[in-house]
């Protein structure tokens, strides 16, 4: 059995008789049905409440005044029934006031058959996908205005589009007052530790195309002038063509974090003290193995338990925790890993102290600093790094300790280096006759030289930017292999200039310290 096609019930509202009969006749002509004629706003309600018509033909004027347009926005708002209006010549006010009753299409007069057939097939499928995109708006504006953190949304040009209530309260703007703003003056965002101002995070999303993350000591300066602690981080959006529709921006009031990150650097400095201690007068090897253990178990071990159920947690239960949760199950895991390479910094650091035996032995330094910056992940929201080694002679050394030199040495310039718009790194020698002198440097903002003799003291802020956490214990482990090869270490940098740190190494074997 042939299947039946429904066909599309037209509802015709015209004030002009003829012209009403005419136009139905050329509709059923053209395979539609009449659901019913009306000439005034009032009948044409009624009908469409009865009739429930798929589409509305509607002319604007209706006894020489615009009640077409009244009836129409009945339709559309309440009933849910698409509109095309009918019209011939009307004056430039009426029709503005007509397109915003966000109509199907528009018919000149005299009608076109094939202009009729068009518009109507056309129009309950444009109100169709018209009324789920404005659900999907509804029910994103509602899942946004409910999040706890700060939603923002821009256009291309980093113009404000919406702000959620989480995000009013934190920046001290309103929807109303944000909206067509740039980013950068409803977002002031500033270095907490220098005060120099920030770039936008959404011009950084929009111009590279990629995530962007917040550094730590990142201070939004509210509209009242209000300084608050942030995370954030900024994102491109997308169609499915890959153009860039606009950025969003998610910011966390970072208060609860630097009160926990103060406590932990609390302990460290007890930890540095206990260090200066031990310096002075030395662990029994089985009493620092006992300490050891006793780290491991009571602090890495819950450490590495969070940082994995936290993973689990965000891969399984991805939909329902949602975007927001996901972002903040990912700092919940930076942190503890941050913490977890800490304490590992620490024992690592008493461990050295220990002068086990050097092993002599000839070390391809090149080899060694190719395979340790390939095993690098790459900083999250960045662009990589490229990676410049220059051909290294020889060196002599323990290269189990060598590695963890350039380990610590790679890992900060890539960590400094992510901050420019072309990330490099390069490692690269001047030779000489007794000690080679290596180097390591980057391209990021440079170094605080004005404290230069702490550089390689635990818990020392090296960096102007501020913006990169760590212990501090590398650099000092760093210092203390390579003076025990013979060698020394030291900075050099010049603002906005990148850094480039020097160590010597032995460049034969007779230069390496005689074992005692």
Request: glycine share 6%; with cysteine.
């Amino acid at each position: 059995m042939e299947q039946l096609v429904k066909k599309t019930r037209v509802l015709v509202v015209e004030d002009e008789l003829v012209v009403s009969e005419d136009l139905q006749q050329r509709l059923v002509e053209l395979g539609f049905e009449i659901a019913g004629a009306a000439d005034t706003a009032a009948d044409a309600i009624r009908l469409a409440i009865s009739a429930q018509p798929d589409v509305a033909l509607m002319d604007i004027m209706l006894h020489g005044r615009p009640e077409g347009i009244d009836a129409a926005e009945h339709l559309r708002a309440k009933l849910d029934i698409p509109v095309i209006y009918l019209t011939a010549h009307s004056d430039s006010a009426t029709l503005q006031r007509a397109r915003l009753t966000d109509p199907s299409g528009y018919i000149v007069k005299p009608f076109d058959d094939e202009q009729l057939r068009v518009a109507i097939e056309l129009a309950p499928h444009r109100h169709s996908m018209e009324l789920k995109a404005r659900r999907v708006a509804q029910w994103l504006t509602a899942a946004l205005t409910s999040i706890g953190d700060a939603v923002i949304a821009t256009n291309p040009r980093t113009e404000i589009l919406f702000l959620n209530a989480a995000a009013e309260k934190l920046t001290g703007w309103t929807q109303d007052d944000a909206a067509g703003k740039l980013c950068a003056e409803v977002v002031h965002l500033v270095n907490g530790t220098t005060g120099q101002a920030l770039e936008d995070p959404a011009a950084r999303a929009l111009r590279h195309g990629l995530v962007i993350r917040l550094d730590p000591h990142t201070v939004l300066i509210t509209r009242t002038g209000e300084e608050r602690r942030v995370d954030d981080s900024a994102a491109p959006i997308t169609d499915q063509m890959g153009t860039i529709l606009g950025a969003v921006l998610v910011v966390v009031d970072a208060t609860d974090r630097l009160a926990g990150r103060n406590r932990v650097q609390a302990l460290t400095r007890e930890v540095v003290q206990l260090l200066a201690e031990e310096e002075g007068q030395e662990m029994p090897d089985a009493e620092l193995e006992a300490f050891t253990a006793a780290v491991n178990r009571d602090v890495r071990s819950p450490l590495d338990a969070i940082s994995d159920r936290s993973g689990v947690l965000a891969e399984s239960h991805r939909e329902q925790i949602g975007a927001s949760g996901r972002l903040l199950l990912d700092r919940v895991r930076a942190n503890t890993q941050q913490l977890s390479r800490m304490v590992e910094d620490y024992l690592s650091f008493l461990r050295s102290t220990r002068d086990q035996p050097l092993r002599r032995e000839a070390v391809n330094l090149a080899r060694v600093a190719q395979a340790v910056f390939a095993d690098m992940p790459p900083m999250p929201g960045q662009k990589p790094a490229r990676f410049v080694c220059e051909t290294l002679p020889q060196t002599w050394g323990d290269e189990a300790l060598l590695r963890r030199v350039l380990v610590n040495l790679l890992n900060n310039a890539l960590k400094y280096s992510a901050q420019s718009e072309e990330p490099l790194v390069e490692v690269g020698v001047m030779p000489g006759e007794v000690l080679h002198t290596f180097f390591v440097r980057d391209n990021g903002k440079g170094l605080d030289l004005q404290n230069a003799a702490k550089l390689f003291e635990p818990i020392q802020g090296v960096r102007s930017t501020a913006d990169v956490s760590g212990s501090g214990v590398g650099l000092r482990i760093v210092k203390r292999i390579v003076e025990r090869h013979g060698g020394v270490i030291w900075a050099e940098s010049q603002p906005g200039a990148g850094a480039t740190f020097f160590f010597k190494l032995p460049s034969k074997l007779s230069s390496l310290p005689q074992p005692a």
